[in-house]
């Protein structure tokens, strides 16, 4: 079964930049949303970002101006650049694709999660 694969986590100081990146573990036909959720520990999980295959762009309020997402299409590889980050960034962060149809709010597959701890 195809996966979704994320990188780039890890341990960061306030200010600090990360960049995740994730790519499907085989191929996945007819998606079009991909985008990034994240959770905190004792919240709910958000969208961070989303993006469609004509690179439309969604954010949530606390990361605009900060956050950037970005996809290669014919790799079905999406990014998250993360700058000045805050120590309320600190949260698993999941790779999301959604179907053709569907809008990054219906994500049909899911990564694994990769960690993003940010210092004050």
């Known amino acids: 079964q195809v996966q979704l694969v994320e990188s780039g986590g890890g341990l960061v100081q306030a200010g600090g930049s990360l960049r995740l990146s994730c790519a499907p573990s085989?191929?996945?036909?007819?998606?079009?949303?991909m985008g990034w959720y994240r959770q905190a520990p004792g919240k709910q999980r958000e969208l961070v970002a989303g993006?469609?295959?004509?690179?439309?762009?969604n954010y949530a309020d606390s990361v605009k101006g900060r956050f950037t997402i970005s996809r290669d299409n014919a790799k079905d590889t999406v990014y998250l650049q993360m700058n000045s980050l805050k120590p309320e960034d600190t949260a698993v962060y999941y790779c999301?694709?959604?179907?053709?149809?569907?809008?990054?709010?219906?994500?049909?597959?899911w990564g694994r999660g990769t960690q993003v701890t940010v210092s004050s």
């Open positions: 999301t694709a959604a179907l053709r149809g569907r809008t990054w709010y219906e994500p049909a597959y």
């Open positions: 085989g191929r996945i036909f007819s998606i079009d949303a």
């Open positions: 993006i469609t295959s004509g690179s439309d762009t």
